[in-house]
């Protein structure tokens, strides 16, 4: 099937956080859950998301994360599930108790450099953001979460390396 031109041609941005944490170029929308086979279920069966690309691995304080990862046109789509030490920034928002649970975890934004990313820590801190969460994996992506309490989930921001593109580059797309 070919490729559709875009319905409508959306304006260009600067990308600039400093303007604003909703300023750099969004690219991610992410949930969490207690049951990601179940979540995927969901996202193939019923929304059409068929095709993933998994990820996973040990978190720096001693727990698991898993990820599932899809390219929608121009937006990929996060499904994450985390357990043991270091879990709580991946699924501490999610209802406790029995049954399957999946919130909206966060939206995730690249930043294209690091004037961009001093920007962005900046702006943060202009406005009194908590970061919870950064990390930097050297040759790949440096990473954070910053929690805006009104919006009710996180915002994302990645700053890839050439390693990091390529990755992003050869997610499953859909």
């Known amino acids: 099937m070919a490729e559709r031109e875009p319905l409508l041609h959306r304006p260009g941005s600067d990308w600039n956080p400093a303007h604003g944490l909703l ?86 934004y690249f930043i294209h450099d690091a004037a961009q990313w001093a920007a962005l820590e900046d702006e943060a801190a202009r406005a009194g953001w908590a970061m919870p969460h950064k990390s930097v994996n050297p040759g790949f992506i440096t990473s954070c979460f910053i929690d805006v309490p009104e919006l009710a989930h996180y915002l994302e921001y990645i700053m890839p390396e050439p390693a990091g593109v390529e990755f992003f580059q050869n997610v499953a797309r859909n």
Do not use: C
Request: charged residues 20%.
């Open 23 to 108: 300023r750099a170029e969004h690219f991610q929308m992410a949930w969490a859950t207690n049951d990601i086979e179940r979540a995927k279920e969901l996202l193939s069966d019923r929304l059409g998301i068929r095709n993933f690309t998994p990820l996973g691995g040990a978190l720096a304080a001693g727990g698991e994360i898993r990820v599932e990862l899809a390219w929608v046109g121009t937006i990929m789509y996060e499904l994450l599930t985390a357990s043991g030490p270091g879990s709580e920034i991946y699924v501490g928002r999610l209802p406790q108790g029995e049954g399957f649970a999946m919130k909206h975890h966060h939206l995730g």
